[in-house]
């Protein structure tokens, strides 16, 4: 079931998808079953049909990196059939937020491959630079402007390696590659008269239904989740929740001094800690750990 586009294309899967029919839990489970107990073709194209708009949706978030919509469209229905064919119907979860991640890591997969200017980088940690130093940057940057001050160069760059915990010279080395390499959303698109790239964005704000199942869908990866963290030790729980789980993470350096460690320990303590939770979660719940994005 192989899905190629090319030209106008995307334009057409987009409306196919936004025409597609809604499943409801039962009927989604129905199929996911009979896909994974007897293999029936049908219902697996039926469960990927009612789910490409969540891949379209979420392909057109990755726009600015500069990848043609054709290719993340692609790219986002790879994701999503890798997710059908994996997923456990009995696991208590709706396919819709396990795929999720599955389109997301298909996705940034394909643009870490093909950014004009990053040829390398597949690990976590990279992957998770890539993706996140432009905000990271401009957090401090509007940190230091509230205070009348102005951040740059290696004292930036330092700052921003201590708060994604990598190693400053990975940061260097991404901060030369990304640069430039970005476009405006408010360009217009070529033979479009004064359309904006950013008016062709899919609304992806949740419907009511999407909301339910999505919170009764993360109240079991909580569950799941609280679960794994007993099997830490106090001080491996206490740097996970730190730097993991609080909306504003701690930095490696506050968490170091806290305990009495380096940054590097702290840094080991917390990928040992990951590797815990990581085979515990798959012990327990299979593909969980993708699910709840361990990074």
Same mark, same amino acid.
């Given at each position: 079931?192989?899905?190629?586009?090319?030209?106008?294309?995307?334009?057409?899967?987009?409306?196919?998808?936004?025409?597609?029919?809604?499943?409801?839990?039962?009927?989604?489970?129905?199929?996911?079953?009979?896909?994974?107990?007897?293999?029936?073709?049908?219902?697996?194209?039926?469960?990927?049909?009612?789910?490409?708009?969540?891949?379209?949706?979420?392909?057109?978030k990755y726009r600015r990196?500069?990848?043609?919509?054709?290719?993340?469209?692609?790219?986002?229905?790879?994701?999503?059939?890798?997710?059908?064919?994996?997923?456990d119907p009995d696991r208590?979860?709706?396919?819709?937020?396990?795929?999720?991640?599955?389109?997301?890591?298909?996705?940034?997969?394909?643009?870490?491959?093909?950014?004009?200017?990053?040829?390398?980088?597949?690990?976590?940690?990279?992957?998770?630079?890539?993706?996140?130093?432009? *905000?990271?940057?401009?957090?401090?940057?509007? +940190?230091? #402007?509230?205070?009348? /001050?102005? @951040? !740059?160069?290696? %004292?930036?760059?330092?700052?921003?390696a201590i708060e994604v915990?990598?190693?400053?010279?990975?940061?260097?080395?991404?901060?030369?590659?990304?640069?430039?390499?970005?476009?405006?959303?408010?360009?217009?698109?070529?033979?479009?008269?004064?359309?904006?790239?950013?008016?062709?964005?899919?609304?992806?704000?949740?419907?009511?239904?999407?909301?339910?199942?999505?919170?009764?869908?993360?109240?079991?990866?909580?569950?799941?989740?609280?679960?794994?963290?007993?099997?830490?030790?106090?001080?491996?729980?206490?740097?996970?929740?730190?730097?993991?789980?609080?909306?504003?993470? *701690?930095?490696?350096?506050?968490?170091?001094? +806290?305990? #009495?460690?380096?940054? /590097?320990? @702290? !840094?080991?303590? %917390?990928?040992?800690?990951?590797?815990?939770?990581?085979?515990?979660?798959?012990?327990?719940?299979?593909?969980?750990?993708?699910?709840?994005?361990?990074?």
């Open positions: 079931m192989a899905m190629t586009y090319d030209g106008d294309g995307s334009r057409i899967v987009a409306k196919q998808a936004m025409a597609a029919e809604m499943l409801d839990a039962e009927t989604e489970l129905g199929l996911a079953r009979a896909w994974r107990d007897t293999g029936d073709e049908a219902a697996l194209h039926r469960l990927v049909n009612a789910y490409m708009r969540l891949a379209v949706s979420m392909a057109s990196y500069g990848a043609p919509m054709p290719d993340l469209i692609q790219e986002a229905g790879v994701g999503l059939m890798k997710a059908a064919e994996k997923f208590g979860v709706r396919f819709s937020t396990y795929a999720v991640w599955w389109i997301k890591a298909s996705i940034q997969d394909y643009v870490m491959r093909n950014w004009s200017m990053v040829r390398t980088g597949s690990t976590s940690s990279q992957k998770a630079l890539f993706f996140n130093l432009r *905000r990271v940057r401009a957090k401090f940057e509007r +940190e230091a #402007g509230a205070v009348g /001050e102005e @951040i !740059r160069g290696q %004292e930036l760059r330092e700052k921003i915990g990598v190693p400053l010279r990975d940061v260097e080395m991404m901060d030369a590659r990304l640069a430039g390499s970005d476009f405006s959303l408010n360009a217009q698109q070529a033979g479009e008269e004064g359309r904006e790239w950013v008016e062709t964005l899919e609304d992806s704000t949740p419907q009511a239904e999407e909301t339910v199942s999505r919170d009764q869908d993360l109240g079991r990866a909580r569950t799941w989740l609280r679960d794994a963290l007993e099997t830490l030790n106090q001080r491996e729980r206490m740097i996970i929740v730190e730097r993991q789980l609080k909306d504003t993470p *701690r930095t490696l350096e506050s968490l170091g001094n +806290e305990l #009495g460690l380096s940054k /590097e320990r @702290i !840094r080991q303590l %917390e990928a040992q800690a990951l590797k815990k939770l990581r085979r515990e979660l798959e012990q327990t719940t299979g593909n969980a750990a993708a699910m709840l994005a361990i990074a």
